[in-house]
């Protein structure tokens, strides 16, 4: 108990002091010194609650009384403040809210809880220690950040007052606040903490006093105050109808509520709660406070916006989640109105060049993924929406404290200005890659949560979930990959600017950088020291939906990319040739060349943003009426027919069966794929020349051509256009190996795909990172090529799931039947996506094979000697995969079916050899669109077919 | 042969030609002559090729590109110069605005005369080129070695 007061009276003393202290070094020692009192009591409370079972205190009742009447006091000054400014600047909509807000509170207070005794208070379980962590460590890590950070922005700032003491004041009252939300067990403790926090939220936006700022942060505060009134007309209701009001026995009363009259008296909290849960988490149609919340200064978007007030929101759904399982309709509404923010808010951050603006968009989508993991309910389900929580935590933080960083220093949060930062800032530049990196791709946190999201809405049956999951995970491919491509790029030789960056904004960024890799890395140890008893806890099970082998394999992975990227990337000894301009090159660093009529030219180039498909003008609007509606029409529902459904147990719930994913296995699979992946692929190469060739009426070269050019490039000189473009093959090379072994070792065919696109991401980076024009359009089309074909390649997974009760391949071997029997729509859209991934026209954007030449050479274009050899073998590698994907469809337990499957896959290759010498490349609008439309019928169809089907049959 | 000669990619300037010899480049590279049999593959990339195929005469508005052209390859290299203003600028040879043939601005390895060039006199010259080639290859493996 001693642990929660000091958790909570730290920061609570530490505001005050901050409002106290005006002189700025007596400011820095003082926050540093209660950040690190902070940050180590949340470290001791973490380890002295290490994996106990819920702790409940029960405070003496003259103490609890008095807590509750501070607690009431707080509430109404909270009120009486926003009452205050909304007079001040004449907003209507904001007065009107805080009036109703005080007089709920009051009402409350003196009559409806009047007398009423709580049996605790406090509660402690495995979630709030991770929360508490996250609070304790990331919080106090932003606080020594925003030190540095305002000392930076007062002196880019000078024509406004320094009110540094109010900035740091509130930031610790807010964290003070946020520790009250994980420990409270009181509903009306609870709320207050909740409402303080919005409070902090409205002052700190609207902290520099703009025009913009003023009005953003109204537009906050209204936001949060819908969701704040329908917590207390929660927690009135709850009060009147005789529900508990100590949470944990709310959601416990409530779980036993299924099929019992009682469930209709729950219905209209659990479903008022979910929608305060969503306000605060940004959910669309809400999601316009968090993106005007960016004005903002940095650290306050790092902490309030990204890393724990917003995930105050989705803590207290995934708390209701086991609700969620009881309550279809508020189920739906959390499901439904999480999924469609996930897939549309991924969509708008294609279109924004702001960083700032994109971070708020990923952050609301992550959200949005997470309410939807708390609607599914599933101890999978959360388990999956707790490491988002984590993940998403450290590494965003991590990546604004970067931009604010940037910001100050090259002058801009545009990411277009970010160009060549991989020099201009060569460590911040690392640590914001390495932010980026954990953000989407695999084996980083982020995406091996989304692994466990698509397994626990397939084993449950969520078609909708998993087409918005499919698309949605598509659009971050590319809205994070093209960044870090801008990040990526190598120019000349210039000086390095981040010499002048403070310390206290260095230890922050390296303390969330270490963070990021720690929960990377230990990833199994968080699971079974955290995650699994909390879920154990509530629903007395923890299924994984990850091996622990799978978790190593990626925790393996990390610590090399980490390795890499702080080690020796750019440290190779290359001779450094100018990049290819198409005609003279004048100033190579600055991409100025002679052109045929003489004058001298700049080529310049900027990312895709993809406007008129993904642009706020095109999406925002139906996006935010579709979330809207379905947001009334369930609240609706919900409160007139929510129990009446009474008890719905889940209509599917697959268990995944875990065939042969142990780290051996994959060892062994990799050294079987290392010899044939190259041997069958160069093969392949030959046999697919020597077609194209008959096709066009010629004899062409022979059988072992493709070995004798990669033997050809590898005798060249060794030189290239920088130190690190050879390093990123290198690495793609090695990941498209590690997929073959994992997919040849019988093993994750999930984990498999995600490897793929890993590698795919490398080779992107070493195009991008030559900054030359034409390597850049490659790049740029090699990014659009993956997320045309994404969402397919999911929907694979997903059927073979459905199919074989498995994602491993070994798994296949027991069938009775093969995939292709009930899955055969999936495979036609493989074949449809195939072409894409094998870069075959029509659908040969990024470069090709063959000797068409459009852009000089695409992707490769800066690419030579060794580098461009191991490309040729990564996709000779690629293909030999590629065709054993199509192989897996005609797999049964007969192993006479093996014969079947490599013929069936010869064919398959012949196929798209005709289809390459019939078509004509299309653009890459019809690319997208045709290859996303397939992927959707097919997928749709298919996985819908496949869900009815297991749960009548 | 080793597997630089079984390997040629060429890449192909058109300087200051009248376009026959352009032509009969491109012929050569037609499924009629099939270059591919021998590995022969038309890059449009200077990293990516082996052999230089020069057509037309050297001026000074075409020198700077097929100097920029021939240093962006990289080693071995070999350039044939295609048809006689390549190799000498032919009748155009005493133009006020003509500085010579291709040897002018870079070495030129393999000399394939005509008005216009012959496919088969083309691919005759690359065949010749590949033995050049494989001397280059074996000079800077052999000097790849001493560095070491």
Known sequence: MELIVSLVGVPCLAALLMLAVRCDKARNVLAVASVAAIGLLSVVFAVRYLGESPVYFVLPESTAGVLGIVNFLIEIAVGAFILAYAIRYKRMLALGLALVQLVMAVWIEVSVLAGHEFSTQMRVDQLSVIMALIIGIVGSGICVYALGYMKDFQEHHPEQKDRRPWFFALMFAFLAAMFNIVFSDNMAWIYTAWEVTTLCSFLLIGFTKTDEAINNAFRQIVMNMLGGVAFQVAIAFAALNGLPLVFSEFLMAGAMSAGTAAAALFAVPVVLLAFAGMTKAAQMPFHTWLLGAMVAPTPTSALLHSSTMVKAGVFLLIKLSPLFLVFPIASGMVVIVGGLTFLFCSFLAISQSNAKRVLAYSTIANLGLITACAGVGTPEAIWAAIFLVVFHAVAKSLLFLCVGTAEHHIGSRNIEDMDELFERMPRLARFMMLGIMTMFIAPFGMLVSKWATLVSFATTGQVLLLVLLAFGSAATFMFWGKWLGKLAGIAAHRESEEVTVNKTEWSAIILMAVLVVACCVGMPFISSAFVEPYLAGVYGMAPLAIGFDNMAIMAIIVAFIVVVLFGTLGKAKKKVVPVYMAGITVDSSKRVFKGALGGEREATSRNWYLEGIFGEKRLDKPATIVTAAVLVVCLVASIFAGGTLGSVSLPMYLQTASLNESVFSTLIGIVVFLVVGPVLGCLLAGLDRIISARMQGRVGPPLLQPYYDVRKLIAKDDVSVNTVEGTYITMALIFTLIAGGVFFGGGNFLMCVFLVTLSALFFILAAYSSRSPYAEIGADREILQVMSYEPMILFVAVGMLLTMGTFDVAGLFHGSAPMIVAAWPIFIGLLFVLTIKLRKSPFDLSYSHHAHQELVKGVTTEMSGRTLAKVEVMHWCENVLFMAWVAMFFVWSNPASIALAVVVAAAVYFLEIWIDNNFARVKWQSCLKWAWIVSLVAGLVNILGLVLYIIFA | ?148
């Open chain 2, 1 to 148: 042969m080793s597997s630089v000669s079984k390997s040629p990619w060429v890449i192909h300037y058109d300087g200051s030609s009248c376009n026959g010899c352009d032509i009969e480049v491109l012929a050569a590279l037609t499924p009629l002559y099939d270059v591919e049999r021998f590995g022969i593959i038309n890059t449009g990339n200077p990293k990516h090729a082996d052999i230089f195929l020069v057509t037309g005469s050297v001026n000074e508005q075409n020198i700077d590109v097929v100097k920029e052209i021939y240093d962006q390859m990289v080693e071995p290299k070999v350039v044939v110069a295609c048809g006689i203003c390549a190799c000498s600028a032919g009748i155009f040879h005493d133009c006020y605005n003509i500085i010579g043939g291709v040897d002018k601005a870079i070495p030129v390895d393999v000399y394939v005369p005509g008005c216009a060039v012959r496919p088969e006199a083309i691919i005759d010259g690359v065949v010749q080129g590949l033995g050049i080639l494989e001397e280059k290859s074996k000079a800077l493996a052999a000097s790849k070695k001493k560095g070491e």
